[in-house]
Nanobody
Framework: QVQLVESGGGLVQAGTSLTLSCAASGLTFSNYAMGWFRQAPGKERELVATISWSSRNTYYLDSVKGRFTISRDNAKATVFLQMNPLKPEDTAVYYC???????????????????WGQGTQVTVSS
């Protein structure tokens, strides 16, 4: 049974930082590209960042470039999202997701992702 469990969300002030973690189990982690998505109230889900299995390839949403960093530890089957500095518009539920993709590349479509976590709330106050 595959599980993705996010942690690290919370309520913070603008200009500060948070690091989200997603621990995976029940899958061969190095066979998967990993992504972080977010969904704010009344808005569509969007891909924030994704990382290939080797970490050599990444993608970032334009609005988070230079502020967010995605990374992974294959030995610990964990993917991270460092967010700094945070802005109020980053407020959303953040989800990690796994894309079964052995190529050393990333895919941007949400439908490519097979497994999803339950989400963690990030709230940024101004």
């Amino acid at each position: 049974q595959v599980q993705l469990v996010e942690s690290g969300g919370g309520l913070v002030q603008a200009g500060t930082s948070l690091t989200l973690s997603c621990a995976a189990s029940g899958l061969t982690f190095s066979n998967y590209a990993m992504g972080w998505f977010r969904q704010a109230p009344g808005k569509e889900r969007e891909l924030v960042a994704t990382i290939s299995w080797s970490s050599r390839n990444t993608y970032y949403l334009d609005s988070v470039k230079g502020r967010f960093t995605i990374s992974r530890d294959n030995a610990k089957a964990t993917v991270f999202l460092q967010m700094n500095p945070l802005k109020p518009e980053d407020t959303a539920v953040y989800y990690c997701a796994a894309d079964y993709f052995k190529r050393d590349a990333v895919r941007l479509g949400g439908s490519s992702y097979l497994y999803w976590g339950q989400g963690t709330q990030v709230t940024v106050s101004s």
